[in-house]
Nanobody, 119 residues
């Protein structure tokens, strides 16, 4: 059973930066994909970015391209989301998720970490 724990959220002014981390444990993730999602108040959860744990196949939502960078460490146990040039509309609870690269749905989710961006 894969377990994911996010950290790094907090309060930041617009234009600032935050780095989220996702610690993974409980399984071999070499063939998995890691993703970040977010859910703003009153809105549905949306995709932010994803990366294969092998380090390739990186994708971003259009709303964060050029501002956010997804990465993972070589041990394939820690993923990160570097968020720069933050905007108030980035305010949300951010979730880390992972799935086997051939799976149709995201299989494992973290509890989420809250990011608040003030104007």
């Amino acid at each position: 059973q894969v377990q994911l724990v996010e950290s790094g959220g907090g309060l930041m002014q617009a234009g600032g930066s935050l780095r989220l981390s996702c610690a993974a444990s409980g399984g071999s993730l070499s063939t998995y994909v890691m993703g970040w999602f977010r859910q703003a108040p009153g809105k549905e959860r949306e995709f932010v970015a994803s990366i294969a744990w092998s380090g390739d196949y990186i994708n971003y939502a259009d709303s964060v391209k050029g501002r956010f960078t997804i990465s993972r460490d070589n041990a394939e146990t820690m993923g990160h989301l570097q968020m720069n040039s933050l905007k108030p509309e980035d305010t949300a609870v951010y979730y880390c998720a992972t799935r086997d690269r051939f799976a149709a749905t995201w299989q494992y989710w973290g509890q989420g970490t809250r990011v608040t961006v003030s104007s």
